[in-house]
């Protein structure tokens, strides 16, 4: 019976120290700012605070895709790719997340205060 008892409360603090874990681990801050490119130059950067749609086009005037800023989040509605995951990403808010069409080489990356100066990783 004593050890039933040490068994429910050992497995019960392993639960509660993997949901405090989770709470403090997530990333929960949202981006502030979407950031478009094409290649690898920058191409547009779009407030989240502010709704709108935009189409995307490249240099050559020829039309890639259109986002939708709604409700602080960033979506891709339509795109000349021929696979179209990147409409089926759906929209994306938080700091770090992104979308990616890589026929048309497009990529929206969210960006925010907390993940530009943290530390994704240390190597030694």
């Not at 605070?49 to 189409?55: F, G, L, M, N, R």
């Not at 086009?57 to 995951?85: K, P, R």
């Not at 409409?87 to 990616?100: N, R, T």
Request: hydrophobic share 40%; with cysteine.
């Amino acid at each position: 019976m004593k050890n039933k008892f040490w068994e429910i409360f050992f497995i019960a603090i392993l639960v509660l120290v993997g949901f405090i874990s989770y709470y403090f681990l997530r990333s929960s801050d949202n981006g502030n700012t979407a950031i478009i490119k094409i290649g690898q130059e920058k191409y547009l950067e779009l407030d989240l605070k502010s709704d709108k749609t935009v189409q995307i086009v490249d240099y050559d005037s020829e039309y890639l895709l259109t986002v939708q800023v709604d409700n602080g989040a960033i979506s891709v509605v339509d795109s000349s790719c021929f696979d179209h995951l990147c409409v089926l990403k759906g929209p994306v808010s938080k700091a770090g997340e992104s979308i990616v069409c890589l026929p048309n080489q497009v990529v929206i990356s969210i960006s925010g205060n907390s993940t530009e100066n943290s530390v994704d990783g240390v190597l030694q």
